[in-house]
């Protein structure tokens, strides 16, 4: 089957650069940034407002038989974002980019308002919002995959380094915006936490559909229906195996020795490695395996897949330090630890805003190897600052290691997203957005899992005699004590991350037999912190040891993407490969230096 190109705007098929004007690059630039902002706020804000969401929904999370419904508010919208995207992208490239965008912005909204208004409680409201959480999630999803590629064919080739880099850094921003705004609405409503963005998404929509043109190429094509069965069956196996491995299992602290867990992620394993032989057969993949062929795209995406193994579950951890450790050490309630860990990770976002408009447009004129590079050396020494903070330390150096960190990040995500996307050829810049996201969202997930394991554990290997020892100095009774020290770590990593009194969580109705004051110190704000600062110190130092590695290996992967390359819209002479720059279509095998 021959695939036409077609223009899906422009008079008379005219060429991308008449169809772009200084006025609608903006627009484009200014509304892909909106949607991104929105999604990725609502990808965070549950994080914090989780506590008030249970509270009024009238569940305890941390039951046994509900910590399901956590892990899945918690880590739902991420899972069915990474799944869809390549398959949305690549239905952007057939039907049209903004028409799918636009599409993702009215479902984001409606099921955004639909979160808002159950009216159930107990564990029919929670399956209620999993279930409404993820469809939000697939519109998020049509944002994610469209949103690159519509800049991409708006801004011409030296100036989309800018124009992405404000979008990734509104992205990256947003997950850190959620987590201040869901700590100020949710105290006053849990509905406000899903309702703040119903307006946006209304404004999104309509201004989407009325201003925003495709100036993309289209290819007609089929739907690549097994592979995009194969690659949903096999991710969402695999993500919902490592969601559950750090769950406890029997007597185990995890579940990473659990038949079912082992299962779907064997099973997911084994699913994507036959979806991979699919594409390679299909006369129109949902995977264009020729892209890898081009050294920008399959460097680029190896190295942000990396970044984001070493960033993304780094923002949960840091949120129990402070939660579980710090803030109650330094006088803050436990149910006040949410709203002011949000506050005091600002300068991580403050980092991304200062590097990643001025990266990005730097790369348009140097290309992204230079400063991709050099921002995930600068994340590698921010971590490492991290690294060798003490447990309880002083602010203004945290403050000053996250600031790094989050400039290195900067540095790195728009140049290295402007990189990618410029190797791509034009009726493929759907898919390939699509193809970026997925690795950096599945890579997110995987993180969490990664982190999660690390700190627990670190935890279990001291936790239960330590928490034995000090619950007993203070009176409670030998058999409570080793109930409770008996329990897996992770019940008291939810508990602080959630904002709740670990100990008083834990101890339950025990503490009402023992003397008011000994009651008062054990859920005091210093008893907890005190005890489980050695045993999370370890766990930490793993952690953080592989969000360093993870990032240096990643920094490697970036230099090795060659020099700036761009794939231009209409043929044109490919440079020598020792050349600086590379201009044209290139074919599959093909990479630039």
């Known amino acids: 089957m021959t695939n036409t190109l077609t223009n899906a705007a422009g008079p008379g098929g005219a060429s991308p650069a008449k169809r772009r004007s200084t006025h609608y690059k903006w627009i484009a630039l200014s509304n892909t940034t909106l949607g991104m902002l929105m ?20 569940i305890n999370p941390l039951a046994p038989a509900n910590t399901t419904y956590l892990l899945w508010m918690l880590l739902g919208f991420l899972i069915v974002t990474a799944v869809l995207v390549v398959s949305l992208g690549r239905v952007g490239d057939i039907y049209g980019r903004v028409r799918m965008y636009n599409l993702g912005f009215a479902v984001f909204t409606v099921f955004s308002i639909l979160l808002s208004i159950t009216w159930f409680s107990g564990t029919a409201a929670a399956d209620y919002l999993v279930i409404m959480r993820i469809f939000q999630g697939v519109g998020a999803a049509f944002l994610f995959a469209n949103s690159s590629a519509i800049l991409t064919d708006a801004f011409p080739e030296n100036e989309r380094g800018l124009a992405l880099g404000i979008n990734m850094v509104a992205a990256i921003a947003g997950s850190f915006i959620g987590l201040v705004l869901g700590g100020v609405l949710s105290p006053v409503s849990w509905r406000l936490v899903f309702l703040v963005s119903v307006p946006f998404g209304l404004f999104g929509t309509v201004w989407a559909y009325l201003k925003l043109v495709d100036n ?57 490695l036959t979806f991979c032989v699919i594409e390679t057969k299909v006369a129109n993949p949902m995977f264009r395996m020729n892209l890898f062929g081009i050294r920008a795209f399959s460097m680029g995406n190896l190295a942000s897949l990396l970044a984001a193994m070493g960033r993304g579950g780094l923002q949960f951890i840091l949120i129990i330090w402070l939660q579980g450790i710090w803030l109650p050490e330094h006088g803050y309630a436990f149910s006040e630890t949410p709203l002011w860990a949000g506050i005091y990770l600002v300068p991580l976002t403050i980092g991304f805003l200062l590097a990643g408009p001025l990266a990005g447009k730097l790369s348009d004129r140097f290309g992204a190897r230079p400063f991709a590079t050099l921002g995930l050396f ?131 109705p025990v503490l009402v037999h023992l003397p008011a004051s000994r009651a008062a110190y054990l859920t005091g704000r210093r008893f907890f912190p005190t005890l489980i600062s050695p045993a999370f110190a370890k766990g930490l130092g793993a952690a953080l040891d592989f969000a360093v590695g993870a990032a240096l290996v990643a920094a490697v992967a970036s230099w090795f993407r060659g020099g700036k390359y761009v794939h231009q819209e209409t043929p044109a002479v490919v440079t020598p490969a020792d050349e600086p720059v590379a201009v044209g279509v290139a074919p599959a095998g093909v990479s630039g230096r």
């Open 39 to 58: 999604a990725t706020i609502n990808g965070s804000i549950v994080l914090i407002s989780l506590p008030a969401i249970f509270r009024g929904i009238k």
């Open 216 to 272: 993309g190429i289209r290819t007609p094509s089929r739907i690549d229906w097994w592979g995009n069965l194969t690659f949903a069956i096999g991710l969402v196996s695999l993500m919902v195996g490592i969601t559950y491995g750090i769950e406890p299992y029997g007597g185990h602290t995890m579940g990473w020795t659990n038949p079912g867990v082992l299962a779907a992620i064997i099973g997911g394993l084994l699913t994507l």
């Open 378 to 508: 600068v994340t590698a020494a921010g971590y490492l600052g991290l690294r060798f903070l003490p447990i309880s330390f002083d602010y203004w150096e945290f403050a000053l290691y996250l600031a790094i960190a989050g400039f290195g990040g900067g540095l790195f995500a728009a140049p290295n997203q402007a990189g990618v996307m410029n190797s791509l050829p034009p009726n493929e810049r759907g898919a390939g957005a699509g193809m970026a996201a997925t690795f950096t969202n599945s890579a997110t997930v995987l993180s969490i899992g990664v982190f999660f394991t690390l700190i627990i554990v670190g935890l279990a290997s001291s936790l239960p005699h330590t928490l034995f020892s000090g619950l007993v100095a203070e009176g409670v009774p030998a058999a409570a004590a080793a109930k409770v020290a008996a329990l897996p770590p992770v019940g008291s990593l939810f508990a602080a991350f959630l904002g709740y009194n670990p100990v008083k969580e834990l101890l339950g």
